[in-house]
Each structure stands twice: as C-alpha cells, then as structure tokens.
Nanobody
Framework: QVQLVESGGGLVQAGGSLRLSCAAS????????MGWFRQAPGKEREFVAA????????NYALSAKGRFTISRDNAENTVHLQMNSLKPEDTAAYYC?????????????????WGQGTQVTVSS
C-alpha cells in the first residue's frame, strides 16, 4: 500500500495562487492514478482533479478547469496541484488520494488511499 502526505496549504487572498504537494511513500506512486479532492465544512468531499499513472492524461472538475493544474513526478513520488486565480469558494481541506484503477475516476469511493489533508483558506 501507499502512504500519502499533503503539504502547501495556507491562507491566501482571492486571486492568489497556491501549490499543493502530495508525497507518497511505501508502494511507488506510479502504480496509482492520483487525485485531489476537497471538502468544505458541512459539504461532501468533491473531486477536483486526477492524473493518470504516466501523467499523460488528466481530468478536472468544472470548477477547477482553467485555474488548477495537476502534475506528477514519478521519480520523486510526488503529485502537485497548482491552483491559480483562487476564489473564496475554493476554501476547503484538500486531500490527495490514490486509486488502484486505471481510469481517471471522480467518485471518492473509487480511491483506495488517502492523505490527512491540508487546509486552504481564500479570503475575499
């Protein structure tokens, strides 16, 4: 199995940028489709972005398209989420997740391993 640790969250003003990182240990991250999810207080966890095992394919939620970019470095066992033009509604805990499937799936239940999350707060 794989262990995931997120970093890079923080407080940023609307319009600003943050880069989240997810470090994988244990089994090599290249064995998994990797995804980012977020959960705001009182809301369900929602899909943000996913990237294929090789990094050649990506999938984004409509809310993330054009503003967020997911990438991975298999040599470093890391996955990143570059978030630009942040909005107050992007405020949430952001989670890195690994899936044993090969498809870039959006439901959270299709992901087998999860990190502890990193908080992103966007002020208006």
């Amino acid at each position: 199995q794989v262990q995931l640790v997120e970093s890079g969250g923080g407080l940023v003003q609307a319009g600003g940028s943050l880069r989240l990182s997810c470090a994988a240990s244990g089994r090599t991250a290249s064995n998994y489709v990797m995804g980012w999810f977020r959960q705001a207080p009182g809301k369900e966890r929602e899909f943000v972005a996913a990237i294929s095992r090789s990094g050649s394919s990506t999938n984004y939620a409509l809310s993330a398209k054009g503003r967020f970019t997911i990438s991975r470095d298999n040599a470093e066992n890391t996955v990143h989420l570059q978030m630009n033009s942040l909005k107050p509604e992007d405020t949430a805990a952001y989670y890195c997740a690994a899936s044993e499937t090969t498809a870039l799936l959006t439901p959270a239940y299709r992901y087998n391993y999860w990190g502890q999350g990193t908080q992103v707060t966007v002020s208006s």
